[in-house]
């Protein structure tokens, strides 16, 4: 039984149907946006006038505020899920009717990548450009695509990548096509544009916070530098008080924070300050690299030495080109999972498993607030099957032995229905980098360095 306040859509014009269209496509409404797709096709409109005036269009808008800042992820997802039941009602029609037809095109995720958000958006948007759309799905070879153009003859070919590990498989493929005479054949193969801002990137949060505060508890069963052990009751916050030959800054990331002044404190590293950029430019990576830039700026002639602890972390490249410029060193990696873990440790786990989702000491203190919320799963839970249904477990990389983090780690897992892999990683590359980069003045060091808690 209707509830009084329902919209009888058979009620409306056509024109007012379509504007209630393109509301519900705004507000995601899913089924609503089927039935009037039903009711247009009855009153005896084309399918491709449908899609163009009714779907394209009303995606449109959505567009427009999404870039605009006004709808963020979470709306743009259900919008275009809303879309997508639309285009399974019209997609048999088009074919049948012979709507116009602009060209061909062929779209795949690549090797090692399971994220598809993007790429559907961008396929949703080419077919209702008017374009033939061939998906090769995800984790593609370059065969499959040498395949797929072999076969299709396409007019574009459209790449997809989350991952800054996965990226440059795309320059593989271009490579290889080069390679073949393909691209110098056919002028139109190009690469699509990575969606950076619509995926389960997860590592919102954090403040920009500025020099060292209190730190967590030492992790139990990790040995503390010689010079540590020597000096930890040297002054009342346990640090030797030494003067040192060299002052450093550490630009690093918000959701290192805690890791960072733990290993400060237990090396005795007096020397260091850390000021930190807040962990929610994760999710706009545009920001990284003119932030890491003004801090840099802004430590000139106030610091001896400057290092960077940020992974790539969705820059594209940027943050590197702006370090060079800046002739500052960072931290090698694509991100901290890998940093953790080890690089080529990480590649490894990686390829073994690229249906795997990650998670640090950090990511999982926060999971509710990042990702529960962050994403909107909480307020639409059809959402999770939309960012996590190509998963297949979890891998918790935890820079402690908590037994209370494992347990909210494997919460996690089954709350998104995957399974479960515990790694300690210790801090693993984040204090060897460090390390090996400053002078420690008067700390004498133990033969393998100072501690590195993993």
Same mark, same amino acid.
């Not at 077919?127 to 396409?154: C, M, Q, R, S, T």
């Not at 347990?407 to 229905?417: I, K, V």
């Given at each position: 039984?209707?509830?009084?306040?329902?919209?009888?859509?058979?009620?409306?014009? %056509?024109?007012?149907?379509?504007?209630?269209?393109?509301?519900?496509?705004? %507000?995601?409404?899913?089924?609503?946006?089927?039935?009037?797709?039903?009711?247009?096709?009855?009153?005896?409109?084309?399918?491709?006038?449908?899609?163009?005036?009714?779907?394209?269009?009303?995606?449109?808008?959505?567009?427009?505020?999404?870039?605009?800042?006004?709808?963020?992820?979470?709306?743009?997802?259900?919008?275009?899920?809303?879309?997508?039941?639309?285009?399974?009602?019209?997609?048999?029609?088009?074919?049948?009717? $012979?709507?116009?037809?602009?060209?061909?095109?062929?779209?795949?995720?690549?090797?090692?990548? @399971? =994220?598809?958000?993007?790429?559907?958006?961008?396929?949703?948007?080419?077919?209702?450009?008017?374009?033939?759309?061939?998906?090769? $799905? @995800?984790?593609?070879?370059?065969?499959?695509?040498?395949?797929?153009?072999?076969? =299709?003859?396409?007019?574009?070919?459209?790449?997809?990548?989350?991952?800054?590990?996965?990226?440059?498989?795309?320059?593989?493929?271009?490579?290889?096509?080069?390679?073949?005479?393909?691209?110098?054949?056919?002028?139109?193969?190009?690469?699509?544009?990575?969606?950076?801002?619509?995926?389960?990137?997860?590592?919102?949060?954090?403040?920009?916070?500025?020099?060292?505060?209190?730190?967590?508890?030492?992790?139990?069963?990790?040995?503390?530098?010689?010079?540590?052990? *020597?000096?930890?009751?040297?002054?009342?916050? /346990?640090?030797?008080?030494?003067?040192?030959?060299?002052?450093?800054?550490?630009?690093?990331?918000?959701?290192?924070?805690?890791?960072?002044?733990?290993?400060?404190?237990?090396?005795?590293?007096? =020397?260091?300050?850390?000021?930190?950029?807040?962990?929610?430019?994760?999710?706009?990576?545009?920001? @990284?690299?003119? /932030?890491?830039?003004?801090?840099?700026?802004?430590?000139?002639?106030?610091?001896?030495?400057?290092?960077?602890? !940020?992974?790539?972390?969705?820059?594209?490249?940027?943050?590197?080109?702006?370090?060079?410029?800046? $002739?500052?060193?960072? @931290?090698?990696?694509? =991100?901290?999972?890998?940093?953790?873990?080890?690089?080529?440790? !990480?590649?490894?786990?990686?390829?073994?498993?690229?249906?795997? !989702?990650?998670?640090?000491?950090?990511?999982?203190?926060?999971?509710? *607030?990042?990702?529960?919320?962050?994403?909107?799963?909480?307020?639409?839970?059809?959402?999770?099957?939309?960012?996590?249904?190509?998963?297949?477990?979890?891998?918790?990389?935890?820079?402690?032995?908590?037994?209370?983090?494992?347990?909210?780690?494997?919460?996690?897992?089954?709350?998104? $229905?995957?399974?479960?892999?515990?790694?300690?990683?210790?801090?693993?590359?984040?204090?060897?980098?460090?390390?090996?980069?400053?002078?420690?003045?008067?700390?004498?060091?133990?033969?393998?360095?100072?501690?590195?808690?993993?």
């Amino acid at each position: 039984m209707a509830e009084e306040d329902d919209l009888d859509l058979n009620s409306l014009d %056509d024109d007012e149907l379509v504007k209630q269209m393109h509301d519900d496509l705004y %507000d995601g409404l899913k089924e609503e946006i089927e039935d009037a797709v039903h009711i247009l096709l009855g009153r005896g409109w084309a399918p491709y006038r449908v899609l163009t005036e009714a779907l394209v269009e009303g995606m449109r808008i959505v567009g427009i505020d999404f870039r605009d800042g006004i709808l963020f992820v979470p709306e743009v997802l259900l919008a275009a899920n809303a879309m997508k039941g639309g285009m399974s009602i019209l997609r048999p029609l088009l074919a049948e009717t $012979g709507a116009p037809k602009l060209g061909t095109m062929v779209i795949g995720t690549v090797k090692g990548d @399971i =994220h598809d958000i993007g790429k559907n958006l961008v396929s949703m948007m080419m077919e209702g450009a008017g374009f033939e759309v061939i998906d090769l $799905g @995800i984790n593609n070879p370059v065969e499959n695509y040498l395949a797929a153009l072999e076969e =299709h003859k396409p007019d574009i070919l459209g790449m997809s990548a989350l991952l800054t590990t996965t990226m440059p498989y795309m320059k593989v493929v271009i490579d290889t096509m080069k390679e073949k005479g393909i691209r110098a054949a056919q002028r139109g193969l190009r690469r699509s544009s990575r969606r950076r801002r619509l995926l389960p990137r997860c590592r919102r949060g954090g403040g920009d916070r500025q020099g060292v505060h209190e730190a967590p508890p030492q992790p139990p069963g990790r040995r503390l530098g010689a010079a540590a052990q *020597r000096s930890a009751t040297a002054m009342p916050d /346990g640090l030797p008080d030494i003067e040192p030959r060299e002052r450093t800054l550490l630009i690093a990331c918000g959701a290192l924070a805690r890791e960072i002044v733990t290993l400060i404190r237990v090396n005795a590293w007096r =020397h260091l300050t850390v000021s930190c950029l807040p962990a929610s430019w994760h999710n706009t990576p545009e920001k @990284i690299p003119e /932030g890491v830039r003004r801090r840099i700026r802004d430590s000139r002639g106030r610091y001896d030495r400057v290092l960077v602890l !940020f992974g790539d972390c969705g820059t594209g490249g940027k943050l590197d080109e702006v370090l060079a410029e800046e $002739g500052v060193e960072r @931290i090698a990696g694509p =991100h901290c999972y890998s940093f953790y873990a080890g690089n080529e440790a !990480f590649d490894a786990m990686a390829e073994e498993e690229p249906a795997a !989702f990650y998670l640090t000491d950090y990511l999982v203190r926060h999971f509710d *607030r990042l990702i529960i919320q962050g994403l909107g799963i909480d307020r639409h839970p059809e959402l999770q099957e939309i960012y996590f249904g190509n998963y297949r477990k979890l891998v918790y990389l935890a820079q402690t032995e908590n037994d209370s983090l494992k347990a909210e780690a494997e919460a996690a897992a089954a709350r998104l $229905g995957l399974t479960f892999d515990y790694r300690f990683t210790g801090y693993g590359g984040l204090g060897r980098f460090i390390d090996r980069r400053i002078d420690l003045a008067e700390l004498e060091a133990t033969p393998e360095g100072a501690v590195w808690l993993g």
